[in-house]
Nanobody, 119 residues
Framework: QVQLAESGGGLVQAGGSLRLSCVAS????????MGWYRQAPGKQRELVAG???????KYGESVKGRFTIFRDNAKNTVYLQMNSLKPEDTAVYYC?????????????WGQGTQVTVSS
């Protein structure tokens, strides 16, 4: 019933910026924690940033000071502003959200969007 649609990935040079967006849609009663994870080839998926409904945030150590997560609760949308990108940021970025839909509350994942940072 719930879908997460990601956008904003692409190719960028080191030092550049991208903004990722993720909108939750479907039969949604409420959206709670939202976040971004990433997975590079041959590596485990890792947390990039998370944000709760009140706006409290957390970041992975490797992105602190460079990335910013924010959300628009009215639009059920979460964003990830990525600045000062590095080649090691190259990965598939996945949106995650804790969604109350119908009678159920649980985690949902987007399909992922590729971010490639060239040197």
């Amino acid at each position: 019933q719930v879908q997460l649609a990601e956008s904003g990935g692409g190719l960028v040079q080191a030092g550049g910026s991208l903004r990722l967006s993720c909108v939750a849609s479907g039969s949604i009663f409420g959206v709670y924690d939202m976040g971004w994870y990433r997975q590079a080839p041959g590596k485990q998926r890792e947390l990039v940033a998370g944000i709760d409904r009140g706006g409290s945030t957390k970041y992975g150590e490797s992105v602190k000071g460079r990335f910013t997560i924010f959300r628009d609760n009215a639009k059920n949308t979460v964003y990830l502003q990525m600045n000062s990108l590095k080649p090691e940021d190259t990965a598939v970025y996945y949106c995650n959200a804790d969604v109350f839909s119908g009678l159920r509350r649980g985690l949902h994942w987007g399909q992922g969007t590729q971010v490639t940072v060239s040197s």
